[in-house]
């Protein structure tokens, strides 16, 4: 640690007399409050993929951003070599409009509790979570707009007929085939189901909260169609053949929905929440110096932390793997055209600054 801090809060210690904890051998470190100074936080909605933020569990993650309504990309680690190919598309819509009729808009990336929440007005919230050690996601929404009369989640893919092979997989063909699943358990979509390696997955989701139907649109998108409630959660899935008993990709993330749908948005939440702070705590660091350098090399260590644990954590401890950076992230201007080696650095977001707010 660095000393002679000037113009950057202190990070605060615990109300004892002294910072070390020696029983944890640890500083006590309001982390929350430290960390919140790192947020990446936008006042107006993001349109446009290329500038959606990130949030995953460190298996399964996806980019963000509003045009009509929330819209993701989602894609997993262990989905397709290289994490080349993208698991598809989301979009959670309502009528009227969730991003419609409101005076005030949020929308906060916490990198000490690694969710995204998004809020409008003080009547809609929609936070995206996730499982620890999954390849599970969540949404949760808290809407209590009187008059909601439809809510449609519909998970999709583009054109992948014409997919080159810039992932030099061994078969290309198993890549540009689509199946689609909609039953009582949920709505999904699947590619790569006969990759020699074993590698392909499917995008998977079901609803707790609410009740919802389930139906295909086409070869290409699935939907949940959700009846009107307060409060409701949308669990989402990119189960990869790689990781399933049998390499039954659908099967898994039929298993893996039911059981997170199981055990509960607020017990799973809480799961989550505990696995992200006690990374944080083992990560922590402050710089600080006479200038402000050191507040952008502290800046630069969050995201990049941020960066490194969302697609490759395992455990509570350090990230243990990485094929490529990240894998849910379309760099570009279209969300079908992607850039899987892109990595999520202040210079793309046009980040590294404490506490970014556009």
Same mark, same amino acid.
């Given at each position: 640690?660095?000393?002679?801090?000037?113009?950057?809060?202190?990070?605060?210690?615990?109300?004892?007399?002294?910072?070390?904890?020696?029983?944890?051998?640890?500083?006590?470190?309001?982390?929350?409050?430290?960390?919140?100074?790192?947020?990446?936080?936008?006042?107006?909605?993001?349109?446009?993929?290329?500038?959606?933020?990130?949030?995953?569990?460190?298996?399964?993650?996806?980019?963000?951003?509003?045009?009509?309504?929330?819209?993701?990309?989602?894609?997993?680690?262990?989905?397709?070599?290289?994490?080349?190919?993208?698991?598809?598309?989301?979009?959670?819509?309502?009528?009227?409009?969730?991003?419609?009729? *409101?005076?005030?808009?949020?929308?906060?990336?916490?990198?000490?509790?690694?969710?995204?929440?998004?809020?409008?007005?003080?009547?809609?919230?929609?936070?995206?979570?996730?499982?620890?050690?999954?390849?599970?996601?969540?949404?949760?929404?808290?809407?209590?707009?009187?008059?909601?009369?439809?809510?449609?989640?519909?998970?999709?893919?583009?054109?992948?007929?014409?997919?080159?092979?810039?992932?030099?997989?061994?078969?290309?063909?198993?890549?540009?085939?689509?199946?689609?699943?909609?039953?009582?358990?949920?709505?999904?979509?699947?590619?790569?189901?006969?990759?020699?390696?074993?590698?392909?997955?499917?995008?998977?989701?079901?609803?707790?909260?609410?009740?919802?139907?389930?139906?295909?649109?086409?070869?290409?998108?699935?939907?949940?169609?959700?009846?009107?409630?307060?409060? *409701?959660?949308?669990?989402?899935?990119?189960?990869?053949?790689?990781?399933?008993?049998?390499?039954?990709?659908?099967?898994?993330?039929?298993?893996?929905?039911?059981?997170?749908?199981?055990?509960?948005?607020?017990?799973?939440?809480?799961?989550?929440?505990?696995?992200?702070?006690?990374?944080?705590?083992?990560?922590?660091?402050? *710089?600080?110096?006479?200038?402000?350098?050191?507040?952008?090399?502290?800046?630069?260590?969050?995201?990049?932390?941020?960066?490194?644990?969302?697609?490759?954590?395992?455990?509570?401890?350090?990230?243990?793997?990485?094929?490529?950076?990240?894998?849910?992230?379309?760099?570009?201007?279209?969300?079908?055209?992607?850039?899987?080696?892109?990595?999520?650095?202040?210079?793309?977001?046009?980040?590294?600054?404490?506490?970014?707010?556009?």
């Amino acid at each position: 640690m660095l000393s002679g801090l000037s113009g950057v809060s202190p990070a605060v210690a615990a109300p004892t007399d002294a910072a070390f904890n020696s029983s944890t051998g640890a500083l006590n470190v309001d982390h929350a409050k430290y960390l919140s100074k790192h947020d990446v936080v936008y006042n107006r909605p993001v349109t446009e993929p290329k500038r959606g933020l990130t949030v995953g569990n460190g298996r399964t993650g996806a980019m963000a951003w509003q045009d009509n309504g929330l819209n993701m990309q989602v894609s997993g680690v262990d989905t397709s070599q290289q994490t080349v190919f993208g698991a598809g598309l989301l979009n959670l819509s309502t009528t009227p409009a969730m991003d419609s009729g *409101y005076s005030t808009f949020q929308q906060r990336l916490s990198l000490y509790d690694g969710t995204l929440t998004t809020t409008y007005d003080n009547n809609r919230t929609v936070t995206v979570m996730g499982r620890p050690n999954s390849e599970v996601m969540g949404i949760h929404v808290e809407d209590t707009r009187s008059g909601v009369s439809t809510i449609t989640l519909d998970l999709s893919l583009w054109d992948v007929a014409n997919l080159g092979n810039s992932g030099d997989v061994p078969d290309i063909n198993t890549w540009r085939t689509v199946s689609t699943y909609a039953d009582s358990t949920g709505a999904g979509l699947s590619r790569g189901q006969a990759d020699p390696q074993n590698f392909g997955y499917t995008l998977g989701a079901t609803v707790e909260g609410a009740a919802y139907t389930a139906r295909v649109v086409d070869g290409r998108k699935v939907r949940l169609s959700i009846t009107p409630d307060s409060s *409701y959660t949308i669990w989402f899935t990119a189960s990869s053949r790689l990781n399933a008993p049998s390499h039954n990709s659908v099967a898994e993330a039929k298993r893996a929905l039911a059981e997170v749908k199981a055990a509960g948005y607020t017990s799973t939440n809480t799961g989550y929440l505990n696995w992200w702070h006690a990374f944080r705590q083992k990560s922590f660091v402050q *710089y600080s110096n006479g200038s402000r350098e050191a507040d952008y090399m502290e800046n630069v260590y969050y995201l990049s932390t941020w960066r490194r644990a969302t697609p490759t954590r395992r455990t509570g401890t350090c990230p243990t793997r990485s094929r490529t950076w990240p894998p849910y992230a379309p760099c570009s201007r279209s969300p079908s055209r992607r850039a899987p080696n892109w990595a999520w650095t202040p210079g793309c977001v046009r980040s590294g600054r404490t506490s970014w707010t556009t």
